[in-house]
Nanobody
Framework: VQLVESGGGLVQAGDSLRLSCAAS????????MGWFRQAPGKEREFIAGISWNVDRTAYADSVKGRCSVSRDNAKNMVYLQMNSLKPEDTAVYYCAADSEFFWRDYERAQKYDYWGPGTQVTVSS
């Protein structure tokens, strides 16, 4: 699976962004998907995840209530809607694919088999 993120950019605090992740490969529907972010000098952190069959989602406390993850298996796409953006949301955002059948340990970056190159999100105050 190859992943490519898009939709990042420079926005002001309080704005919204919708990130997209396009996946290639016919088995996309079998992958659990995750969104992570990494700010300069910080470790990569889990933001949101969605199971392969779309019946479960999970969010980090830092974005809960402000973000929504979704996917369209027919289009091989995953989305991350982010609202009420804050300067501390500034980071490179990555989508990732996990090939395991079971929906578990989704916060762990090591769990994921494939990563996109990332898209920069910068939130000004």
């Amino acid at each position: 699976v190859q992943l490519v993120e898009s939709g990042g950019g420079l926005v002001q605090a309080g704005d919204s962004l919708r990130l997209s992740c396009a996946a290639s490969g016919r088995d996309f529907k079998n992958y659990n998907m995750g969104w992570f972010r990494q700010a300069p000098g910080k470790e990569r952190e889990f933001i949101a995840g969605i199971s392969w069959n779309v019946d479960r989602t999970a969010y980090a406390d830092s974005v809960k209530g402000r973000c929504s993850v979704s996917r369209d298996n027919a289009k091989n796409m995953v989305y991350l809607q982010m609202n009420s953006l804050k300067p501390e949301d500034t980071a490179v955002y990555y989508c990732a694919a996990d090939s395991e059948f079971f929906w578990r340990d989704y916060e762990r970056a090591q769990k994921y088999d494939y990563w996109g190159p990332g898209t920069q999100v910068t939130v000004s105050s």
